[in-house]
């Protein structure tokens, strides 16, 4: 269960840590169960859930926090390769995103799925074998988040809608879940 107290964060944001951090997305809105994702930590307290009310595959998301504060809204931008802007909430008047998904022709860059663009940070998404397996890896090819089917202590794994995430330390995890929702949207896993 959530608290309802607020709590004091030792790091610079609500949403870094200063260690690796594991989540579990569940693949369902925490609305009806309906279309989206819901985020839990490692407590099994919600952190960020997008619901996309009754929609699959919507042009348009917000990832929001435990209090239903919108932290990004994800927009499809149809152009021929598909590309997914970022805004954080604040900024969306700006009209300027804050960051860019853009798929990539499997032919032409190999391994990675997705090059994001934040300022003159890039990552790219790299799948890996298995349906939901993949990495987002920085422009030195660190890992900086994994995504895979979580398994259950006894190793079981655990439904295709269920997966765990883990991000390396000092990462903003709001930013990591956007570039996570938004490539579950391409592959319409959402």
Known sequence: MAKVYPQIHTSPSPHT???KETHTIWMKSPVYHGNGCTVLNSNGEIVYCIDNYGRKCSKEVHLMDLH??????LQKRLRFFGRWDGYICHNISIRK??????????MLNGDSACQVTMGSSCYKIVELTGKSIFQIVNNNSGIVAEVRQ???PSGV?????VLSLAVEANYDHSF?????AIYCLINHKM
């Open 150 to 152: 979580k398994q259950s």
């Open 97 to 106: 995103p804050c960051f860019q998904v853009r798929k990539n022709l499997k």
């Open 68 to 73: 239903w504060k919108v932290l990004f809204t």
């Open 17 to 19: 840590s200063s260690k």
């Open 157 to 161: 794994l655990l439904g295709e809608d």
């Open 176 to 180: 990591i879940m956007a570039i996570v």
